[in-house]
C-alpha cells in the first residue's frame, strides 16, 4: 500500500469520469474517477444566500418583540436600509455557504478505480491500494471498505458517496462488489482490558477512543487505525464505538 502527501500527488492518465448523476462518460478507460458532483459548490451557495434572507426576515421579526435572543445584532441588522440589507444578508449567506461547501468538498472522499489498483484522497492523504491486496470492496454503513483476500483491510476510510457509483466504478474494473462485509459477524465490541488481543492493542484502542471523542482528531483515528491494523486488528466504529476482529497482520 503506497501513501503519499499532497506535496507528493501523483498525475494520472486518461480516465473515466462518473458524474453526480452515475453517468460514465469515457476520455481513455483507463480510470474511472468518483467523487462529489459537481452541483455540490452552487447549492451549497444557493442554499446559504436563502439562508441569510430569511435571517433577514428574522431580525425583522425579532425586533418588534418585547426581549428576544440575540435582539441586539437584529436591531443592528435592521437598522441598515433597502436594498443593502437584503443584499447584504443574502450575500453573507452565500459566502457561508460557499465556504461550507469548499470545506466540504476538501474533506471528501475521491475515489479513483484503475485495472491495477485504487487510489483514495481524503483532504491531503493520498493512499493506492494495489489490485493483488483487493478480493472485494464495500460499503459499511458511512465507510468505503478495500478487503484483502486474507480479511484484512488495507484502506477503510469514511464515504458519502452513492452506492450504486460506486459498484460501477469497481465492476468496470473487474474488481468485486459486496452489499455487505463478509466478515460482519465477526467484529465484537471493544472495553478497555478486553482478552484476546494482540499485545498492545488495547493500548492502542484506548488512544483511539480518546480521539475519537476530540472535535480533530480524524488524523489521529485514521492512523491509530492502520496502527492496529499492523498489529492484525481490524478495527470499525458504530457511533463512536470500537468494534474489533483479527486478521493477519498489514504491512
Known amino acids: 500500500m503506497e501513501r503519499e502527501s499532497g506535496a507528493g500527488r501523483k498525475a494520472h492518465g486518461p480516465r473515466e469520469a462518473i458524474g453526480a448523476d452515475g453517468a460514465i462518460g469515457?476520455?481513455?478507460?483507463?480510470?474511472?474517477?468518483?467523487?462529489?458532483?459537481?452541483?455540490?459548490?452552487?447549492?451549497?451557495?444557493?442554499?446559504?444566500?436563502?439562508?441569510?434572507?430569511?435571517?433577514?426576515?428574522?431580525?425583522?421579526?425579532?425586533?418588534?418583540?418585547?426581549?428576544?435572543?440575540?435582539?441586539?445584532?437584529?436591531?443592528?441588522l435592521s437598522s441598515a436600509p433597502e436594498p443593502w440589507r437584503t443584499l447584504g444578508a443574502v450575500a453573507l449567506g452565500a459566502?457561508?455557504?460557499l465556504v461550507l461547501a469548499l470545506i466540504g468538498l476538501h474533506e471528501s472522499l475521491t475515489?479513483?478505480?484503475?485495472?491495477d489498483a485504487v487510489a483514495l484522497t481524503v483532504e491531503d492523504e493520498h493512499r493506492t491500494v494495489p489490485r493483488d491486496r483487493i478480493a472485494l470492496a464495500f460499503l459499511d454503513g458511512k465507510?468505503?471498505?478495500?478487503?484483502?483476500?486474507?480479511?484484512?483491510?488495507?484502506?477503510?476510510?469514511?464515504?458519502?458517496?452513492?452506492?450504486?457509483?460506486?459498484?460501477?466504478?469497481?465492476?468496470?474494473?473487474?474488481?468485486?462488489?459486496?452489499?455487505?462485509?463478509p466478515h460482519g459477524d465477526a467484529f465484537r465490541r471493544w472495553v478497555p482490558g478486553t482478552p484476546g488481543l494482540p499485545p498492545g492493542?488495547?493500548?492502542?484502542?484506548?488512544?483511539?477512543?480518546?480521539?475519537?471523542?476530540?472535535?480533530?482528531?480524524?488524523?489521529?483515528?485514521?492512523?491509530l487505525r492502520e496502527e492496529l491494523g499492523r498489529s492484525?486488528?481490524?478495527?470499525?466504529?458504530?457511533?463512536?464505538?470500537q468494534y474489533w476482529r483479527l486478521a493477519p497482520p498489514v504491512e
Do not use: I, M, N
Open 143 to 181: 465507510q468505503l471498505v478495500l478487503q484483502a483476500p486474507d480479511g484484512s483491510e488495507p484502506a477503510r476510510e469514511k464515504c458519502d458517496l452513492d452506492a450504486g457509483r460506486l459498484a460501477r466504478a469497481f465492476a468496470a474494473h473487474g474488481y468485486r462488489w459486496a452489499d455487505e462485509d
Open 111 to 115: 475515489v479513483r478505480v484503475r485495472d
Open 26 to 76: 469515457a476520455d481513455g478507460g483507463r480510470e474511472t474517477v468518483v467523487a462529489q458532483g459537481a452541483w455540490f459548490v452552487p447549492v451549497f451557495t444557493v442554499a446559504g444566500g436563502a439562508a441569510g434572507f430569511l435571517a433577514k426576515l428574522l431580525a425583522q421579526w425579532l425586533v418588534t418583540l418585547p426581549w428576544a435572543p440575540l435582539k441586539g445584532p437584529a436591531e443592528l
Open 232 to 241: 492484525g486488528v481490524v478495527v470499525r466504529d458504530t457511533k463512536k464505538r
Open 201 to 223: 492493542a488495547d493500548a492502542l484502542l484506548r488512544a483511539r477512543a480518546r480521539a475519537l471523542e476530540q472535535s480533530g482528531g480524524a488524523g489521529d483515528v485514521r492512523e
Open 95 to 97: 459566502v457561508a455557504g
